[in-house]
């Protein structure tokens, strides 16, 4: 059974910093893609970060130079740490595995608010 956990998400004041980590079991994890994802309400979901298999990055524009993902595979871990935040990167945060057809977490709720 798939299962992918994030933690780390809460309230930031602007300027700040959080920590995203996601624990994933029943998947072959060292060899699939792994990305974040984010959504507010009453908009699509958006692509934050991923990581592929051999390290390669993907970053939204709007998180490049601020964010930064990460992973380890001898732990089945994946990171989101998020520097600089601003309002606007209030939302749900997502782990995902495998693309948009595959494995999702059930998220995390970041805020950022003065």
């Known amino acids: 059974q798939v299962q992918l956990v994030e933690s780390g998400g809460g309230l930031v004041q602007p300027g700040g910093s959080l920590r995203l980590s996601c624990a994933a079991s029943?998947?072959?994890?060292?060899?699939?893609?792994m990305s974040w994802y984010r959504q507010t309400p009453g908009k699509q979901r958006e692509l934050v970060a991923a990581i592929g298999r051999h390290g390669n990055t993907n970053y939204g524009d709007s998180v490049k130079g601020r964010f930064t993902i990460s992973r380890d595979n001898a732990k089945n871990m994946v990171y989101l740490q998020m520097n600089s935040l601003k309002v606007e990167d209030t939302a749900v945060y997502y782990c995902n595995a495998d693309g948009e057809s595959g494995s999702w977490g059930q998220g995390t709720q970041v805020t950022v608010s003065s």
């Open positions: 029943g998947i072959m994890f060292s060899i699939l893609t």
